[in-house]
C-alpha cells in the first residue's frame, strides 16, 4: 500500500519560516519524480516545485528565492523549506510522486500552512 504523510504545516507570521515533510512508503521512492503542491481556498491546486529521480529541481515564479525542495532518498522523505512566508502562501499544501515510465502518480492526504499576524 502506498501512503504519502506530510507533516510540518502549521500558523506561521508573515516573514517567517515553515519546513514540510512528505515521508513515502510502498514505493521505491528514488525511481519517482517528487513535487510540491498547493491549494489555496476557492483556487485550482498548482504547482509549487519540483525534483526528478535524478536531482533536477524547478521552481514556479512565486517560489523562487523564498522555497527549497530537497530530497533524502535514505529517508524515503522529500521536504520543502518555506521563508519569507506571505500570508498569500496560506494553503494545504501537498506532496506528489509519479513514474511516469509505469504510470504511477500518488498523492499525500496534505497539510494546512496558515501564514497570518
Known amino acids: 500500500q502506498v501512503q504519502l504523510v506530510e507533516s510540518g504545516g502549521g500558523l506561521a507570521q508573515p516573514g517567517g519560516s515553515l519546513r514540510l515533510s512528505c515521508a513515502a512508503s510502498?514505493?521505491?521512492?528514488?525511481?519517482?519524480?517528487l513535487g510540491w503542491y498547493r491549494q489555496a481556498p476557492g483556487k485550482q491546486r498548482e504547482l509549487v516545485a519540483t525534483i526528478t529521480n535524478g536531482g533536477e529541481i524547478n521552481y514556479q515564479d512565486f517560489a523562487k528565492g523564498r522555497f527549497a525542495i530537497s530530497r533524502d532518498n535514505a529517508k524515503n522523505t522529500v521536504y520543502l523549506q518555506m521563508n519569507s512566508l506571505k500570508p498569500e502562501d496560506t494553503a494545504v499544501y501537498y506532496c506528489?510522486?509519479?513514474?511516469?515510465?509505469?504510470?504511477?502518480?500518488?498523492w499525500g492526504q496534505g497539510t494546512q500552512v496558515t501564514v497570518s499576524s
Open positions: 510502498g514505493i521505491v521512492f528514488s525511481l519517482y519524480d
Open positions: 506528489n510522486a509519479e513514474f511516469l515510465t509505469i504510470g504511477a502518480h500518488y
